[in-house]
């Protein structure tokens, strides 16, 4: 799955995914969600981020929350 919005850069925020090379992550922005932050107040606190940031952030985690790593066995 490609998510155009979410980046990965090893100098940025340790590789962890952010919000377009931003130094903004996924785990800030969904982190604010729970704790019951509007999508408006993350928007007015962060006004560089757009609304669809914060939909790629949410449709970046549930992609993760359903991948699963499955070790090779070696016979």
């Known amino acids: 799955m ?3 919005r979410i980046t990965h850069n090893p100098s940025v925020m340790g590789g962890k995914p952010c919000i377009r090379g931003l130094r903004v ?4 922005v969904l982190g604010l969600l729970a704790t019951g932050k509007s999508r408006e107040r993350i928007l ?3 006004p560089y981020l757009e609304p669809e940031d914060i939909e790629a952030a949410l449709a970046y985690a549930a992609w993760r929350l359903e991948e699963r ?3 090779l066995v070696v016979p």
Request: aromatic fraction near 16%; glycine fraction near 8%; charge should be negative.
């Open 2 to 4: 490609k998510f155009e």
């Open 44 to 46: 007015e606190a962060y």
């Open 69 to 71: 790593e499955v070790p």
């Open 25 to 28: 992550t996924v785990g800030t």
